[in-house]
């Protein structure tokens, strides 16, 4: 199946960069109307006091009633294990759907093991709005955007295409920081090689957003998260110049044997596999579990 961008409908993007999860927020205005989608919210948590706060979320809220735009979609590129989804409170203030990838439910139920949350916890992904499929096609306006099924990273990683831009998530990161790490639960370097691959056949124009980015492989750069296939293709230092799927899966993992665990996995998890709702005990009281050398 091919995924054609649409080089001459190009779409206002207007990035929010989270320095405390190097995140970055997108509001994706359709430039036929007023309509736009949201990809990737941030909601803000200090997890070692329990707080969680929207500062970030409301400065996306913010622009887009300043702005007078119509939000229809939240976007999730994948269940992150770095920071949590805003999407529930957005949609509260403005509406909207709340979308993700149809492999959440693969998410859910190992997750949902991992952190024994019982028969009550829905691992059918109905707790979101609209599951993806690789190719299915939705609006923003008069935009219609597509969804490109990318697994690797996670099981649910979706690339969303719309008009002359690509949101790619973690599938991939700015040409010198090369690729995200394959090692969680249901991640394969192999099938995150693959899906680099297809999201390089978009025409070599086409803008790619990345989801996070830290400055480059030793922060010796400014933070920065627009590029292109074109660019991607040629300078990407994990896969980029022709590099074979041997040697991309060797360095891959190799590399993700030396990595920590993301400093907020364990709350991340537990509210994105919930479409950005916070879990609750029997009382009804928020409330995360720390399950113990489990990750």
């Known amino acids: 199946m ?23 927020t997108y509001v994706v205005k359709d430039p036929g109307s007023d309509a736009c989608a949201v990809v990737d919210s941030v909601m803000d948590i200090d997890y070692f006091a329990g707080r969680i706060t929207y500062d970030n979320a409301d400065k996306v809220i913010e622009y887009i009633r300043e702005n007078g735009l119509q939000l229809e979609w939240l976007i999730e590129t994948h269940v992150h294990a770095d920071h949590l989804s805003a999407a529930p409170y957005i949609q509260q203030e403005l509406g909207g759907r709340i979308g993700i990838g149809a492999q959440i439910t693969v998410v859910q139920e190992t997750f949902g093991k991992v952190f024994n949350e019982g028969t009550e916890f829905q691992r059918d992904g109905s707790q979101f709005d609209a599951l993806f499929t690789d190719g299915d096609t939705y609006q923003v306006g008069t935009m219609t955007c597509v969804a490109m099924h990318t697994p690797g990273h996670t099981p649910a990683c979706m690339v ?66 627009e590029t292109t296939v074109g660019e991607e293709r040629e300078g990407n230092i994990h896969v980029g110049g022709g590099k074979s799927r041997e040697e991309f899966v060797r360095f891959r993992t190799e590399r993700d044997a030396t990595l920590a665990v993301p400093r907020l996995i364990i709350p991340s998890l537990q509210v994105n596999m919930r479409a950005g709702d916070v879990p609750e005990d029997p009382d009804g009281n928020p409330m995360l579990k720390v399950p113990v050398n489990k990750l």
């Open 2 to 24: 091919s995924y054609p961008s649409n080089l001459e409908i190009k779409p206002e993007v207007t990035p929010f960069f989270d320095s405390e999860t190097n995140t970055i």
């Open 160 to 225: 969303h295409v719309m008009g002359d831009a690509a949101f790619v998530g973690d599938t991939l990161f700015m040409p010198d920081s090369g690729s995200a790490r394959a090692d969680f639960p249901g991640g394969d370097a192999g099938q995150l090689y693959d899906s680099i691959q297809r999201v390089l056949t978009l025409p070599d124009a086409t803008r790619l957003f990345m989801c996070h980015d830290y400055g480059g492989q030793n922060g010796q750069r400014d933070f920065a998260w």
